[in-house]
């Protein structure tokens, strides 16, 4: 079973942060909240091992351990 | 001209029960001449049971009903004799389209796997179903088997006691008392005989009602599976079409909650749906319109003493994935050997319990399944409709996105992990062969594998040696003796073997798996089918 990455991984994380804000720029409500679910579900397929995707559904929960 | 559901298949007529002083006492009664209840009748009268079907009315089916029926059904409807007519007179297809808002999102091939016998599914008007049983069990009369289907007999109370039930039944020429040894209750979702018995039937109510319509149209829509979700003629809501035989195509409306059903079902108010859907020149006749609100609900038990229910009265589920009728097959297919055991003194009454055990992990399982086709088909809150939104967007242009949208996975058998008449798998073998699985078919030759493996306990040998019988406590169990030679295409070895070199298997008379190893080994086998039989 592989462990969710929690420690930072993103390379150049600034212009990660940045880009995601662009790709909302100018968007109403309903539009953002469509897009911030398609990403959701390009990354889990991206990922797809089940048991990290569970341990990322809890880590985003923010509930403790 | 009559439809087939409009003229009487098993009109009244008296029977010598009712100018009896005391009652007659039945092996077995079966409440309800639906497909259910007639296949439990059919198969216990193959075994030689006798067995009397009484049904309120006297008349298939009255509209089409369940109309998709599965490959496992049509192979349980093989082995009672009745599956050829439905395969030859249903519509099987492949292709299915997914509409989304204006546009289609996408088209795909079921591309069913090879080398069995049976397709995947048809689509089949119950009424021909029923009707194709009722032709079987006039057979199964003719050869002199103990059946008999009593039109027009309407169950009005129910007596229960230890080792019997006592049944009050109104005919037209009045009432009259019979007794059974066993009862099947087989009368459906509203079940009469669970109200009798004042017993529970717990589960969810969706708030959500679906208009089914099935019209008569000479249109050139290809026999395709086509859903809409959200589209401009039903906006916010869903749709389906589907083909029938006779040119009777199946068309669900989603209409939402807060909808007076009588007035929705009126011609008036169905007609210029249905024309927004299909187009304003289209010609259609109405054959039948029902509304059915979604609902997945179970009983605790099935089985209470003397009394079994099966299907629809056992178990109700929203109908997108066609598990309502197929998973009634699948009850009795369950039930009727293991009753046949105890009625001939070969298995204690404690073998039943198996029956809900295994129903019960079945229709869990059919549940689960149809409450989440229900939640992708109408999401609940706003976020599960904007996941479902971002879905259905995206697999318009990502492959990865498609087998997330859920408009109803098909039926398949259920798998009886942890069964208690299961033994532990010792076979490094495919999973999908694994104690507790449904046997999948195969092909040998100009022949398959089910057939061979029908009715009875079965020991499967492949490339390996065993005797030709045992007994085992009044339990016969024959040999089917194969070789991976036997099958060219080598799907007996891929779904059998596996990287196996040989392996012999126990398969119980409903064509499951009891047990498997790699070989004959006596006291294994014998401790196995003791478990099977409920004696472990």
């Not at chain 2, 020429?173 to 009862?183: H, Q, R």
């Not at chain 2, 050139?220 to 389906?240: C, I, V, Y």
């Not at chain 2, 209470?304 to 009728?325: E, K, L, Y």
Request: proline share 5%; net charge negative; hydrophobic share 40%.
């Amino acid at each position: 079973m592989s462990d969710l990455i929690l420690t930072p991984n993103i390379d150049d994380a600034d212009d990660f942060y940045a880009d995601l804000l662009a790709a909302h720029e100018g968007l109403e409500k309903a539009d953002s909240d469509a897009l911030n679910a398609r990403l959701v579900l390009v990354l889990a397929n991206h990922i797809g091992d089940r048991s990290v995707l569970t341990q990322a559904i809890r880590a985003a929960t923010l509930a403790d351990e | 001209m009559n439809k087939i559901f409009e003229v009487p298949l098993y009109a009244y007529t008296r029977s010598p029960d009712q100018d009896v002083p005391a009652p007659v006492r039945h092996k077995v009664i079966v409440i309800g001449a639906g497909p259910i209840g007639l296949a439990a009748a059919i198969d216990l009268a193959q075994q030689g049971i006798e067995v009397v079907v009484l049904d309120d009315n006297d008349k298939v089916s009255f509209g089409s009903r369940a109309i998709c029926f599965a490959k496992r059904t049509l192979e349980i409807a093989d082995r009672l004799g009745g599956g050829r007519p439905m395969v030859d007179k249903g519509v099987q297809w492949n292709v299915g389209k997914v509409f989304f808002d204006e546009r289609q999102v996408y088209e795909f091939n079921l591309l069913p796997e090879e080398g069995h016998a049976n397709p995947a599914f048809i689509n089949l008007q119950q009424y021909y179903f029923e009707q194709f049983m009722v032709d079987r069990v006039r057979e199964l009369q003719e050869q002199g088997a103990p059946i008999e289907i009593r039109g027009r007999n309407k169950v009005e109370a129910i007596g229960t006691h230890e080792d019997h039930v006592k049944l009050e039944v109104e005919t037209p020429e009045g009432s009259y008392t019979v007794e059974a040894d066993w009862l099947i209750a087989c009368d459906g979702a509203g079940s009469p005989t669970r109200r009798m018995l004042g017993l529970d039937f717990v589960g969810r109510v969706f708030e959500d009602n679906f208009l089914i319509a099935d019209v008569i149209m000479d249109a050139d829509f290809p026999t395709e599976r086509w859903f809409w979700f959200d589209p401009p003629f039903n906006k916010g809501q869903s749709a389906l079409l589907h083909k029938q035989p006779d040119g009777v195509w199946r068309i669900d409306l989603q209409l939402g909650w807060d909808i007076d059903k009588e007035r929705e079902k009126r011609p008036e108010n169905v007609i210029p749906r249905l024309k927004a859907m299909l187009g304003e020149d289209v010609q259609f006749e109405l054959e039948w319109v029902s509304i059915y609100t979604f609902q997945c609900r179970r009983m605790e038990k099935f089985r209470h003493n003397r009394v079994i229910f099966a299907g629809d009265s056992a178990h109700q589920v929203s109908p997108f994935g066609a598990r309502g009728a197929n998973s009634g097959m699948q009850d009795t297919d369950n039930l009727c050997w293991k009753l046949k055991l105890v009625i001939d003194g070969k298995a204690s009454e404690s073998l039943l319990d198996s029956y809900d055990v295994e129903r019960v992990h079945g229709a869990d399982e059919n549940i689960l399944n149809s409450t989440r086709s229900t939640d992708f088909i109408t999401p609940k809150s706003q976020m599960s409709r904007i996941l479902r939104d971002a879905v259905l967007d995206l697999s318009e242009h990502h492959e990865f996105a498609r087998p997330l949208v859920n408009s109803g996975r098909l039926s398949v058998p259920c798998t009886y992990d942890g069964s208690p008449l299961n033994s532990a798998d010792a076979l490094d073998g495919p999973a999908r062969t694994r104690p507790g699985s449904p046997c999948p078919d195969a092909p040998l030759g100009n022949e398959f594998l089910l057939p061979k493996l029908a009715g009875k306990f079965t020991l499967l040998t492949i490339d390996a040696d065993a005797p030709d019988m045992i007994e085992e406590d009044g339990i016969e169990v024959t040999r089917l003796a194969l070789s991976v030679k036997d099958d060219p295409t080598l799907e007996l070895k891929r779904r059998y073997l596996g990287d196996a070199i040989s392996a012999v298997y126990l398969i119980r008379p409903d064509q499951h798996v009891a047990a498997r190893r790699d070989n004959y080994e006596d006291n294994a086998f014998r401790h196995a089918i003791r478990r099977a039989s409920g004696k472990e």
